[in-house]
């Protein structure tokens, strides 16, 4: 067995574990941002997202799909929105079984301010970082996506 081979595995191990922390230290602190600033959460905030750059009505499978969530859990997050007038629900014209779910102009207006300061509170926490580096980062990302995971 090549001598390196067990350092590289456990070096990819280590920086998983440092991915994994980053990303739940960002969560952690938008989660927090969000609660405090905008008093929503990271769920409700994650569904407007996808909803504003859809623009059009989704169905709630296609949001459920985007956000990697179950549709139970969007319709909770999407409940909610329209209880507070930030979405609207309408059937489909030809299945009535089928409901799409789209922002109010109250919900594009509370999204376009939440998004500045999510942006701007991304920029913080990633102020350590150079064009330069964001670059690398972006390569080093795309290579290690898990679409290309040999068997």
Same mark, same amino acid.
């Given at each position: 067995?090549?001598?390196?081979?067990?350092?590289? $595995?456990?070096?990819?191990?280590?920086?998983?574990?440092?991915?994994?922390?980053?990303?739940?230290?960002?969560?952690?602190?938008?989660?927090?941002?969000?609660?405090?600033?905008?008093? +929503?959460?990271l769920p409700r905030f994650d569904v407007m997202a996808a909803l504003y750059?859809?623009?059009?009505?989704?169905?709630?499978?296609?949001? $459920?799909?985007?956000?990697?969530? $179950?549709?139970?859990?969007?319709?909770?997050?999407?409940?909610?929105?329209?209880?507070?007038?930030?979405?609207?629900?309408?059937?489909?014209? +030809?299945?009535?079984?089928?409901?799409?779910?789209?922002?109010?102009?109250?919900?594009?207006?509370a999204f376009e301010a939440m998004a500045q300061g999510h942006e701007a509170?991304?920029?913080?926490?990633?102020?350590?970082? $150079?064009?330069?580096?964001?670059? +690398?980062?972006?390569?080093?990302?795309?290579?290690?996506?898990?679409?290309?995971?040999?068997?």
């Amino acid at each position: 067995m090549n001598e390196s081979a067990p350092s590289l $595995s456990k070096r990819r191990l280590k920086s998983w574990i440092r991915l994994l922390r980053l990303t739940r230290t960002v969560e952690a602190d938008l989660r927090d941002y969000l609660r405090k600033g905008h008093e +929503t959460t990271l769920p409700r905030f994650d569904v407007m997202a996808a909803l504003y750059r859809r623009r059009e009505a989704l169905t709630m499978s296609e949001l $459920s799909r985007l956000l990697l969530v $179950s549709n139970g859990n969007a319709t909770a997050v999407v409940d909610r929105l329209e209880k507070d007038g930030l979405a609207r629900r309408t059937p489909a014209p +030809t299945d009535r079984r089928t409901v799409h779910v789209a922002l109010t102009e109250a919900g594009l207006k509370a999204f376009e301010a939440m998004a500045q300061g999510h942006e701007a509170r991304i920029d913080a926490l990633f102020s350590g970082l $150079s064009a330069e580096d964001l670059d +690398t980062f972006r390569d080093i990302l795309q290579r290690a996506q898990p679409e290309k995971i040999p068997e």
